[in-house]
C-alpha cells in the first residue's frame, strides 16, 4: 500500500488549501483514512480522520476551519483547510489503517505566512 500526498505549498494568513492523498495498493473495505501534521520541534499530532463510512473527528484547533472527505470509488483523501493561520504551518502527513497495518504517506509541506 502507498499513499501519496500532495497539494501543500505557500500560503497567507486567511488563505486556503487543499490537500490530496492518493492511495494505490489493496486495502481492506473498512478502513480510516487520517490527516496529521508536524511542526518543527513538535511532535506529530491528528489533524482529522473519516472512516470508509464518513464517519469524521477533528482537532480541536481545526475545527470550523478544516474539512476531511474522501472519494471511496477513486481511493483518495482530501483535506480543505480554510481560514489557515500561522501556527498551521507544518508538514502534513496522510494515513490510512485497516485491519492488516497503518501506512503513511510522504509529507507535503503547508506554510502559512505573509
Known amino acids: 500500500v502507498q499513499l501519496q500526498a500532495s497539494g501543500g505549498g505557500l500560503v497567507q494568513p486567511g488563505g486556503s488549501l487543499t490537500l490530496s492523498c492518493t492511495v494505490s495498493?489493496?486495502?481492506?473495505?473498512?478502513?480510516?483514512m487520517g490527516w496529521y501534521r508536524q511542526a518543527p520541534g513538535k511532535q506529530r499530532e491528528l489533524v482529522a480522520t473519516i472512516t470508509s463510512g464518513g464517519t469524521t473527528n477533528y482537532a480541536d484547533s481545526v475545527k470550523g476551519r478544516f474539512t476531511i472527505s474522501r472519494a471511496n470509488a477513486k481511493n483518495m483523501g482530501y483535506l480543505q483547510m480554510n481560514s489557515l493561520k500561522p501556527e498551521d504551518t507544518a508538514v502534513y502527513f496522510c494515513n490510512l489503517r485497516d485491519i492488516y497495518g497503518s501506512y503513511w504517506g510522504q509529507g507535503t509541506q503547508v506554510t502559512v505566512s505573509s
Open positions: 495498493g489493496s486495502i481492506f473495505t473498512m478502513n480510516t
